[in-house]
């Protein structure tokens, strides 16, 4: 099984090493193809307007500056066009990717590319909790990445299906087995706008989100981490609402 791996916070990334060591466990065949610098929050973006660059960072690592889209691009239709992998995984992103979270993710765009491209792809992303970002069990997501992929492949992954995986913030040990779920949704009641002031008294903003109570929805992404459970959520390319499309097809005809 030959794996293109790559991610959202870029080719120096920890968690890349991470998913280099997973995709190791199940293959020798592994290609790296990851952007240059950070592409955190990217979402599924190209770079249209700016000439892809890719350098070779050692046999079979290649760094792009660009977008994980463009660095899935750029190794299943340039450097794998001979030869394309049969799997994508991406991450393993620092950080949860639940929730609304999908739509902003660039980890999960790598692996909605390869999807798009017609190739089988996982995002997997690795949750921190009160530690704060210099305080992420790595160590959990590698210990139970390798078998959380091969369960995943076993089952199957349909075409324009691609799959999320989130490891919860605790020791490997602790992790209370896998759990399938949906999507969830956050109160957005929390996002918030931190105003500050420069040195020179000019205001400039951050986007952040209030620290309150938040119970999140059973059977969702954002349970299964609260339950220190391994969430896996299916998500599909094809974004039409099927009951609304019939609705709007009787009241609009």
Known sequence: MRILVTNDDGIHAPGLKVLEEIARELSDDVWVVAPETDQSGVSHSL???DPLRLRRVEDNRYAVKGTPSDCVIMGIRHILKDHGPDLVLSGVNRGQNVAEDVTYSGTVAGAMEGTILGVRSIALSQ???AGGRANVKWHTAAHHGAR???RILEAGIEPGILVNVNFPDCEPEAVEGIAVVTQGMRNQQLLAIDERLDGRGNPYFWLAFAKARF?????TDLKAIAENRISVTPLRLDLTDEPTLTRFAQALA
Do not use: D, Q
Not at 215 to 219: I, L, M
């Open 127 to 129: 949750a921190y909790g």
């Open 215 to 219: 119970e999140p929805g059973h059977g």
């Open 47 to 49: 770079s249209l307007n």
């Open 148 to 150: 959380t992929v091969r």
